[in-house]
C-alpha cells in the first residue's frame, strides 16, 4: 500500500478559498505599503550562512534551517567529528547555506550588494516566505510569510513616526483591533547599565521579552539564572510593572533611570515618536511597555510590536530601528528602521473575526453554460470580450445537463450564470442568470458587459 501522503509540521497547504483570503491580506498590505511610497524587492530563499549566522542571536542561530552541501557533503569532513556528535562544527562543515529567518538580515545584504545602484534614503518593501526551525503552536509556524517596510539611510525619527500610521493605516483598512506597544533599546540598555551589569543586555532583554508568556515571576528566575544579582532584578522589577497614561510613565522612566545618558536619550526618543504620532491621530491604542524587548539583537532604538485587541493570539506586527546592521556587512554608518507585518497571524486572525469582505473567493463573476459545440464557439466569443473589459468569466468545459452546471456555478459561488442556447444563438443574445435572487434577462452582449461591469 502507498504511503500516505503528509507534509511537514509547522506548514500549511491551502486552498483556492483560503488563497482568495490570503490575497485579500497581502493586497491590503501591498496596497498601503505603496500609498506610502515604499518600493518592492526581492531577496533568495537561501542565503549564505556566513550571512545569517550571529544575527539574530543565540536562540535564534538554533532555529536556522541549515541546507547540506550538494553532492558528496562528507567529504573532508573528520570522522571524529562526526562521532563526537559536535552538531554545530559539524553543520558549519556540511551546510554552506541556510533559508533564511527572516527578511530583515538579507535586506542589509541586499543594500550592501547594491548600494551604489540605490538612493539614499531607500525605502523598500518586501512580501516573501520565511523559515524558522521552531515547535509548531497555535499562531507558529515554521514557513510562514513576513510583510516588510523598511527605511535605510535615514537617523530621523520622522520614520518611526510615518510606521505607525502605516501600522494603523493597514488594520483600519482589514478592520482589525491593535493595540502597538512601543519601547526603545537604549531604555533597556539604561536600565542594564542603572543595575551594573550592561554586560548583560541581551540576557536581560531576551528573559523580559518572555514576560507576556511566562509572567513577571518566572521571568526574574530566568534573569536569575542568567547570573543577575537580586539587588539587580530588584531594581529591574519596577520598571517591568509601570502603570498609568503614557506620559506617566515616561515621567516614572525620567525618575528610575535619574542620570543615566543612554536611558534618557531613549526616552527622548520615545517621547518624539509619541507625540509625533498622537499629534496625526491613531484609531489603534498606543501603549509604552518597557518589558517590550524583541530579542533581536540587532536592534538598536525604537522597538514595535502590535498585538491584535480581539484574538489570544502572539504579535502580528512588530519591528524597530537598528542602526548597525549593515555594518557587518562593510557598510558602517548607515540607519535603518522597519516593520514586519506577520502575514499567518494576520491570516488566523482574520478568520477567527469573521473580518473578510463577502464574495472574496476569487472565482468567475459570470460562468456561461455549454449545450453543445456551436453554443460553446458563441460563448468563447463573448467571453473573450467580457476579459478585455476586466470581467472575469469562464465557461462550463463539456456539454453536460443543466443541473450539473448551476451546481458547479453554486458550489464556486459565481454570481451569475450566462446561457446561451438555440434560441440565444438565433436571436444573437444571452440569457443572464442572476444566482441570488434568480431573476433571468435577456441581454446583448453589449447589455451584458454594461450589466457585469
Known sequence: MAQKPSIPKGTRDFTPAEMARRNYIFDTIRDVFHLFGYRQIETPAME?????????????????????????????VDPKLIESGDCGKLAAKLCEKGLRYDLTVPFARFVVMHRNELSFPFKRFQIQPVWRADRPQKGRYREFYQCDADVVGSDSLLNEIELLQLIDEVFSRLGVR????????????????????PEKIVDITVAIDKIDKIGLDNVKAELSERGLSVEAIDKITPLLSLSGSNAEKLSKLEELLGSNEIGRKGIDELREVMDGTERLG?????ELDVSLARGLNYYTGT??????????IGSIT?????????????????SGVGISFGADRIYDVLNTLELYPANIEGAAKVMFTNFGPAEAARSLEIIKQLRTNGIAAEIYPDTAKMKKQMGRADTLAIPYVAIIGETELQNDCVTLKDM????????????????LS
Do not use: C, H
Not at 533597556?188 to 551594573?196: H, N, P, R, S
Not at 491613531?282 to 498606543?286: C, D, E, G
Not at 435572487?437 to 450589466?451: D, F, H, P, V
Open 48 to 76: 549564505n550562512l556566513s550571512t545569517l549566522m550571529g544575527k539574530y542571536g543565540e536562540e535564534g542561530d538554533k532555529l536556522l534551517f541549515k541546507i547540506l552541501n550538494s553532492g558528496d557533503f562528507l567529504r573532508g
Open 178 to 197: 491593535i493595540t502597538i506597544k512601543l519601547n526603545n533599546r537604549k531604555v533597556l540598555a539604561g536600565i542594564a547599565e542603572l543595575v551594573g551589569a
Open 282 to 286: 491613531l484609531r489603534a491604542m498606543l
Open 303 to 312: 522597538i514595535i510590536e502590535v498585538k491584535a485587541r480581539d484574538v489570544e
Open 318 to 334: 512588530g519591528g524597530g530601528r537598528y542602526d548597525n546592521l549593515t555594518g557587518v556587512f562593510g557598510l558602517p554608518g548607515v
Open 436 to 451: 441570488n435572487s434568480g431573476e433571468q434577462r435577456q441581454l446583448s452582449t453589449e447589455e451584458l458587459i454594461k450589466a
